[in-house]
């Protein structure tokens, strides 16, 4: 049982907290030769660029909260670095995240007309759910900590994101998709709750296996970006959120997972 000797500061912890130069032509000299003009060959495919939608669903992370320079987080840190990418002619990005929101919340996201619409037409996806999912089983067994309710609430959790995938492949069946998982936001502020790394890991492991099941789906981890107590500067004043420069290492790991993948749009 995790020591209840903490559960104050957790009630606390929990309540404060988620271009022209015109050159004149030569005049031509009388010809009576036939002149055959080649025909200009067209491109390979792949040398073509080409429109890139990116849609963005979930909470918090995914929202940019903690952001302090209002970027938008790693969403918009990873949009700027393939914005560079002469691959792609125009990045279009809708951001449907919200903080705050469960799984329960983003499969009725998933039901409105206007995301849907946008899920349909993506060709890449960022997600980030189950965080606060986890943190509600904190909420509600605040005076008794232990495995089993997280336990019994991951399988919950994994019936819920599985059914948030196979959503979003009815509309949409071969844009890459990408999410982060989750991390333990005690790690430094209560590191008596050091249990939590084994409740984060049992979850990941989780959202991977059912990711695993599709060719077009990455898994980023990110959890041992904040296990470092060197990486405590990577938090927000929240002491929950990521800041700026942890948001820009969550980014490079998204760049990471989707540089070999086969984005649907990419040279069309």
């Known amino acids: 049982m995790i020591k209840k000797s903490f559960v104050l500061m957790l009630v606390l912890f929990i309540i404060a907290g988620c271009s022209n130069i015109v050159f004149k032509p030569k005049p031509s000299e009388p010809t009576s030769k036939t002149v055959t003009v080649p025909k200009k060959s067209i491109p390979p495919e792949e040398f073509i660029p080409g429109d890139l939608n990116i849609v963005a669903l979930g909470d918090s992370l995914t929202a940019g909260v903690g952001d302090a320079d209002k970027n938008g987080g790693y969403v918009s840190d990873v949009v700027e670095q393939l914005e560079l990418n002469e691959d792609y002619k125009d990045i279009r990005l809708r951001n449907y995240a919200v903080a705050g929101h469960k799984t329960t919340n983003l499969l009725n996201r998933l039901k409105q007309a206007d995301v849907k619409q946008e899920v349909q037409n993506a ?29 019994k609430e991951r399988t919950n959790f994994s019936e819920r994101f599985s059914k948030i995938i196979q959503d979003i492949r ?6 890459t998709i990408v999410y982060l998982g989750i991390y333990n936001p005690f790690k430094f502020v209560l590191p008596e709750l050091s249990a939590i790394d084994a ?11 059912i990711l695993l099941e599709d060719e077009n789906a990455r898994f980023v981890k990110i959890d041992d970006l904040f296990a470092d107590e060197t ?31 086969e984005i649907r749009n990419a040279a069309r």
């Open 199 to 209: 409740v984060v890991d049992n979850w990941n492991e989780a959202s991977n296996r």
């Open 231 to 261: 990486n405590t500067n990577l938090l927000s004043e929240d002491k929950f959120h990521p800041n700026s420069d942890g948001y820009k290492l969550m980014g490079g790991r998204v760049l990471e997972s989707i540089e070999q993948a």
């Open 170 to 175: 009815k509309q949409n069946d071969d844009a």
């Open 123 to 151: 060709d890449l996806i960022f997600l980030t759910i189950g965080g606060n999912d986890m943190m509600q089983v904190v909420k509600n067994n605040i005076f008794d900590l232990t495995y089993e309710p997280f336990e």
